[in-house]
């Protein structure tokens, strides 16, 4: 089934915001807010068109993420839970499901955890966001922009499927990802401290799905967020690595879709 | 013209093989390969040159610091700093200098650096730098707001210098309930500031806005004049005119008694596989918000090994050729230097005389021939080119001291 997407643009305060809103032709579908990885987002996947055919996609892109403007401001990933708060009141949007991959699970959690009865559903993939009691989270200031990427991917066909020869453009988002990422989660680096006592309070359900071979982010704060969370399944994607979305679209989707379409 | 005594103070001790093998000498070269008894050799070692230059005639000694490489020894370069002030006499303690965004209480280094004026008898100068990338990488600072903390820290290191405590401080990056350190600079209004750099434009206008003297590091002459064209314009936009009081440069120069011995020497100035600061990952250096923006596009290719690295990597050859690294005796190595005092016009000069693994004997020579023969030749010829320096023509420390300003040219009407 063909997907439509439209760009949109939206204003929130100094924040000029842009975003994919993508879904089915009928009224009515189940919002569905996506949040992306650290290193930005192609404006196109197929795990974005699989979850368009069923729900209301709304896929903003980080503020400063990828782009030369940035908010001077923003200093924390919670700020950006709470801008996101902010748009989906000006969109009118309610119970909402979120989905949040990598960095963007790390939003998603801070989203659920600020307004706890806010949401219908809570999907985590990878997420960072918390302090992973075993291991640590990748860090990418000492790696280049592609090895980072790289990383990100279990079958490094996969990495080339999405990215191809890494075009300048590709490279100097990228190195704009980052500094969007060290101005806002530098130290400690890529978690919260705070964020693990107040997952107790979330209403939603929550899936929390993570890669067999996530190099990013150890699995142990998946188990620990599948903890801290009140009603949490934990799964694992075979041949997967951190980015899920991007290697394993349809096994995720397969996951995420029948979570979300519950009641 | 203040002519100063440099050197990065290098480990040369380190296993440069293992260096090579690895593939890095900076940030991630494990310290397992730094020997103690080494360095502690070493240390000594420098200490005593810096003693043996003020014996000599040096009148100033240039002091930095790095972390986490074996091309400079100094972690802190207040502690070399501290010593001096207490073991020497006359010469200028010149920091090149306190990397401020490192500083997660720029109060506590006001109050350092205000001991050190004080037990020096008033001999200190204050540069600051923004630290190279691998600094911030090194010490957890977050790279992207380095320019932010550099400049909040500077205003917050010169209002614990010259104004009455106690005083509160809530900025971006730095709050302080009480400001009051009971220790301030005994030079008035505060102890002179010097900035170095090598590339970023935004430092040479910063700088200039201050009317702090600009110190060009190891540039070619040709990159140095357009530093200063940069800075004179800030200036008149400023209004007040930039001359040699504000311009600095450093340079390599070797000397010794024969040339070929000075020519073997020299070559040690390309110890770190020819690399400035060691062989390190281009985002090492260069992290992420650390850079001019700017810049982006040309170093992301570069940090992806697309690209070469945009300094280059010029042979040893090829930079005697452009005139940065100067080596020989002290009368084939005076005229050279005339050239450079003539065409650049700077007030305040470097001499980063030894590096790498150059013998405790060589070294010393260099710094007697130096502080005897090329250091008296050069101020006689700036005195003959007119290049008066910071001190001798009492020059404001900073612009807002200035008496001399002119209001800004107007658009026309």
């Known amino acids: 089934m063909a997907v439509a997407w439209n760009e949109q643009r939206i204003e929130l305060g100094e924040v000029k915001l842009r975003l994919w809103r993508g879904g089915p032709k009928d009224q009515g579908a189940r919002p569905v807010l996506v949040l992306h990885h650290d290193i930005g987002t192609p404006d196109r996947l197929p795990f974005y068109d699989a979850l368009a055919e069923k729900f209301d996609v709304i896929l903003p892109n980080h503020p400063g993420f990828g782009e030369p403007e940035k908010p001077q401001w923003l200093r924390h990933p919670r700020d950006i839970a709470a801008l996101y708060q902010w748009l989906l009141a000006d969109l009118g949007v309610e119970r909402a499901g979120l989905v949040g991959?990598?960095?963007?699970?790390?939003?998603?959690?801070?989203?659920?955890?600020?307004?706890?009865?806010?949401?219908?559903?809570?999907?985590?993939?990878?997420?960072?966001?918390?302090?992973?009691?075993?291991?640590?989270?990748?860090?990418?200031?000492?790696?280049?922009?592609?090895?980072?990427?790289?990383?990100?991917?279990?079958?490094?066909?996969?990495?080339?499927?999405?990215?191809?020869?890494?075009?300048?453009?590709?490279?100097?988002?990228?190195?704009?990802?980052?500094?969007?990422?060290?101005?806002?989660?530098?130290?400690?680096?890529?978690?919260?401290?705070?964020l693990p006592h107040l997952l107790g309070g979330v209403r939603a359900p929550a899936l929390i799905v993570w890669g067999d071979d996530d190099k990013i982010v150890p699995y142990s704060a998946g188990q620990l967020y599948a903890?801290?969370?009140?009603?949490?399944?934990?799964?694992?994607?075979?041949?997967?690595?951190?980015c899920v979305d991007m290697e394993q679209p349809e096994a995720l989707a397969r996951l995420v879709i029948p979570f979300i379409e519950q009641n | 013209?203040?002519?100063?005594?440099?050197?990065?103070?290098?480990?040369?001790?380190?296993?440069?093989?293992?260096?090579?093998?690895?593939?890095?000498?900076?940030?991630?070269?494990?310290?397992?390969?730094?020997?103690?008894?080494?360095?502690?050799?070493l240390y000594n070692e420098y200490l005593e040159h810096y003693i043996y230059a003020e014996e000599q005639g040096v009148e100033g000694f240039m002091l930095n610091e790095h972390h986490n490489a074996p091309f400079c020894m100094q972690a802190k370069c207040n502690i070399f700093a501290s010593i001096l002030?207490?073991?020497?006499?006359?010469?200028?303690?010149?920091?090149?200098?306190?990397?401020?965004?490192?500083?997660?209480?720029?109060?506590?280094?006001?109050?350092?650096?205000?001991?050190?004026?004080?037990?020096?008898?008033?001999?200190?100068?204050?540069?600051?730098?923004?630290?190279g990338g691998q600094e911030q990488l090194a010490n957890g600072v977050n790279p992207a707001y380095n320019r932010e903390r550099f400049e909040e820290a500077h205003d917050l290191v010169v209002a614990a210098?010259?104004?009455?405590?106690?005083?509160?401080?809530?900025?971006?990056?730095?709050?302080?309930?009480?400001v009051n350190p009971w220790a301030v600079p005994l030079q008035k209004p505060y102890p002179r500031v010097w900035i170095p750099g090598v590339l970023s434009q935004e430092t040479?206008?910063?700088?200039?806005?201050?009317?702090?003297?600009?110190?060009?590091?190891?540039?070619?002459?040709?990159?140095?004049?357009?530093?200063?064209?940069?800075?004179?314009?800030?200036?008149?936009?400023?209004?007040?005119?930039?001359?040699?009081?504000?311009?600095?440069?450093?340079?390599?120069?070797?000397?010794?008694?024969?040339?070929e011995k000075a020519e073997k020497n020299a070559r040690q100035f390309l110890w770190m596989q020819g690399e400035f600061t060691g062989l390190a990952h281009p985002v090492w250096a260069n992290p992420s918000g650390y850079f001019s923006p700017s810049?982006?596009?040309?170093?992301?290719?570069?940090?992806?090994?697309?690209?070469?690295?945009?300094?280059?990597?010029?042979?040893?050859?090829?930079?005697?050729?452009?005139?940065?690294?100067?080596?020989?005796?002290?009368?084939?190595?005076?005229?050279?230097?005339?050239?450079?005092?003539?065409?650049?016009r700077p007030s305040i000069y470097g001499i980063w005389g030894n590096d790498g693994t150059v013998s405790n004997e060589d070294a010393r020579t260099c710094i007697r021939l130096l502080g005897q023969e090329v250091m008296p030749a050069m101020r006689e010829i700036g005195k003959e080119l007119g290049l008066r320096d910071p001190f001798e023509t009492n020059a404001p420390v900073h612009l807002k001291y200035s008496t001399d300003l002119k209001p800004m040219p107007q658009a026309a009407e």
């Not at chain 1, 903890?227 to 997967?240: K, N, P, T, Y």
């Not at chain 2, 001790?13 to 070269?29: K, N, R, S």
């Not at chain 2, 200063?228 to 400023?238: G, N, P, Q, R, S």
């Not at chain 2, 945009?310 to 050239?339: C, N, S, Y």
């Open chain 1, 101 to 194: 991959l990598g960095f963007g699970g790390w939003v998603a959690a801070e989203m659920a955890a600020l307004a706890p009865r806010d949401f219908h559903r809570l999907v985590l993939v990878g997420a960072m966001g918390v302090k992973p009691p075993e291991g640590n989270i990748f860090d990418q200031a000492i790696v280049s922009y592609i090895d980072y990427a790289r990383t990100s991917f279990h079958d490094q066909a996969a990495f080339a499927r999405i990215y191809g020869d890494v075009s300048t453009d590709q490279l100097v988002a990228w190195d704009l990802c980052r500094e969007m990422s060290f101005r806002i989660a530098w130290k400690p680096y890529m978690y919260s401290q705070t």
């Open chain 1, 227 to 242: 903890r801290a969370l009140r009603e949490a399944r934990l799964e694992m994607v075979r041949d997967a690595g951190h």
């Open chain 2, 1 to 41: 013209m203040h002519v100063m005594y440099f050197t990065e103070q290098p480990m040369s001790a380190y296993p440069a093989d293992i260096g090579l093998e690895v593939g890095h000498t900076a940030l991630m070269f494990s310290n397992k390969y730094f020997d103690p008894v080494a360095g502690s050799r």
């Open chain 2, 85 to 131: 002030a207490a073991v020497t006499k006359k010469a200028k303690i010149v920091l090149l200098g306190n990397p401020l965004p490192l500083a997660e209480n720029p109060v506590r280094l006001a109050e350092e650096l205000a001991m050190i004026d004080m037990i020096s008898k008033g001999r200190l100068v204050s540069g600051f730098v923004r630290g």
């Open chain 2, 161 to 178: 210098w010259s104004r009455e405590g106690p005083f509160r401080w809530e900025g971006t990056h730095y709050q302080h309930r009480v």
């Open chain 2, 204 to 259: 040479i206008i910063w700088a200039a806005k201050q009317r702090y003297p600009y110190i060009a590091l190891n540039t070619s002459i040709e990159a140095t004049k357009k530093i200063w064209e940069l800075y004179d314009k800030v200036a008149l936009e400023t209004g007040y005119e930039a001359g040699p009081e504000n311009r600095g440069y450093l340079q390599q120069v070797h000397v010794s008694d024969s040339e």
């Open chain 2, 295 to 344: 810049l982006r596009r040309n170093f992301v290719e570069f940090a992806v090994g697309r690209a070469e690295n945009p300094r280059g990597r010029p042979t040893f050859e090829q930079q005697v050729a452009d005139g940065r690294v100067f080596f020989g005796t002290p009368k084939t190595v005076i005229p050279k230097l005339r050239r450079v005092l003539e065409e650049t």
